[in-house]
């Protein structure tokens, strides 16, 4: 059997750092996949980044930003028990530029 998850998106909010029971680094963030055909709605999808990895890229994982995940997909049972899905990120690549925050401009008297 393969698990393997592999979609385009774009994240839909700033990752969080959110450890596990056992203190593992988890960066959790969703990211918005368009349903086909084009035009017929938004799927959110759950995904969890954890250890070095997850705390390198937090900064860089947020709104907006163009991401291709590949992944397993994992399941569990939340507070309320209910079924829920998510995509533990094995790969991600960034596919856009990082906007960098704008600095204000220096004035400088001569």
Not at 41 to 53: A, E, F, H, N
Request: charged fraction near 30%; charge should be neutral; hydrophobic fraction near 35%.
């Amino acid at each position: 059997m393969i698990n393997i998850w592999t979609g385009i998106g774009r994240i839909g909010h700033d990752a969080e750092m959110i450890p596990t029971a056992d203190g593992t680094p988890t960066a959790k963030f969703q990211i918005a996949v368009d349903k086909k055909p084009r035009g017929s709605g938004t799927d959110w999808i759950p995904c969890s980044l954890y250890g070095d990895r997850a705390k390198l890229m937090t900064e860089w994982l947020t709104k907006g930003r163009m991401v291709g995940i590949t992944g397993n997909i994992a399941s569990y049972k939340d507070k309320k028990g209910n079924f829920k899905l998510i995509i533990n990120v094995d790969e991600i690549n960034m596919l856009d530029q990082h906007k960098e925050k704008e600095q204000p401009k220096e004035e400088f008297a001569f």
